[in-house]
């Protein structure tokens, strides 16, 4: 499955493009908040795995105005980089790669 251009964003990690995209639209669970934020990201030259990183945040339109954070290109770029250390595989096709996050830290 590839990643729509619309809607997504670009990052370079390590000299390598990716593409990135949060769903606009909350699932129904996600309009819950019972669900976790999805975001997909692939390599955009080569049609290889897509990282698919569970975070543990509401989406942004869910139905309770529960806060959520905003998943920024340096977050990506750390997810991105995680991932490859846990044996993600972006050029090589085959199945999504599932990642789960830890919620962030909040500062003090």
Excluded: C
């Excluded at 129904?28 to 975070?55: C, F, M, N, R, W």
């Amino acid at each position: 499955m590839s990643i729509p251009k619309k809607g997504s964003r670009e990052i370079v990690v390590h000299r390598i493009a990716y593409r990135w995209r949060v769903r606009s639209r909350p699932t129904y669970d996600q309009a819950l908040g019972s669900a976790p934020l999805l975001l997909a990201i692939e390599p955009i030259s080569t049609k290889g795995t897509v990282l698919i990183v569970h975070l543990p945040d509401v989406h942004p339109r869910n139905w309770f105005t529960l806060p959520s954070p905003s998943v920024t290109p340096s977050r990506v770029a750390n997810y991105i980089r995680r991932a490859l250390r846990a044996g993600w595989k972006p050029a090589t096709p085959g199945q999504q790669f599932h990642m789960e996050t830890q919620p962030l830290q909040k500062s003090r």
